[in-house]
Structures are given as structure tokens and as C-alpha cells.
């Protein structure tokens, strides 16, 4: 059974930082592309950022300089390093996972990110 399970929200203020992590299990973690999403209220789910096997990184342009995605295979960890927070910020962010043969996608339960003074 596939599982991946978000932490790391919660309230921060403008400019202030978190971090979130994602623990997979019952994936090959190694072989599976990871990103961040998020969907904030009234707004459809975007990508925030990805990161593939090898390392390779994407990010939308919202977030670009400010958040940093990593891995760690051995530990089957993903993790968002979200930096200079802004209110626009403030969404559900999910874990995704997808594999690269089936294309099968999973998603972790969320976590809220709230960002306000």
C-alpha cells in the first residue's frame, strides 16, 4: 500500500520560513519522479516544485529562489524548504509521487501552510 504522509505546516509570518517533509512508503522510492503541490481555496492544485531521480529540479516561477525541494532515496524522504514566505503562499500543499513505468500518481492527505500576520 502506498503511503505518503506530509508535516511541517502550520501559521508563519510574512518572511519567515518552514519546512516540510514527506515520508513515501510502499513505493520504489529511488525510481519515482516527487514534487510539492498545493491548492489554495477557490484556486485549482499547481505544481510548486519537482525533482526527479537524478536530482534535476523544476519550480514555478512563483516560488523560484525562495523554495528549495530535496530528496533523501535512503530515507525515502522528500522535503520543501520554503523560504521568505509570502500571504499568496498560504495553501494545502501535497506530497506527489509518480512512477516512471506506470505512470501511476500518488498523493499524500496535505498539509496546510497558512501565512499571516
Known amino acids: 500500500q502506498v503511503q505518503l504522509v506530509e508535516s511541517g505546516g502550520g501559521l508563519v509570518q510574512p518572511g519567515g520560513s518552514l519546512r516540510l517533509s514527506c515520508a513515501a512508503s510502499?513505493?520504489?522510492?529511488?525510481?519515482?519522479?516527487m514534487g510539492w503541490y498545493r491548492q489554495a481555496p477557490g484556486k485549482q492544485r499547481e505544481l510548486v516544485a519537482a525533482?526527479?531521480?537524478?536530482?534535476?529540479?523544476n519550480y514555478a516561477d512563483s516560488v523560484k529562489g525562495r523554495f528549495t525541494i530535496s530528496r533523501d532515496n535512503a530515507k525515502k524522504m522528500v522535503y520543501l524548504q520554503m523560504n521568505s514566505l509570502k500571504p499568496d503562499d498560504t495553501a494545502v500543499y501535497y506530497c506527489?509521487?509518480?512512477?516512471?513505468?506506470?505512470?501511476?500518481?500518488?498523493w499524500g492527505q496535505g498539509t496546510q501552510v497558512t501565512v499571516s500576520s
Open positions: 525533482i526527479t531521480t537524478g536530482g534535476s529540479t
Open positions: 506527489n509521487s509518480k512512477a516512471p513505468i506506470t505512470g501511476d500518481v500518488y
Open positions: 510502499g513505493i520504489i522510492f529511488s525510481i519515482n519522479a
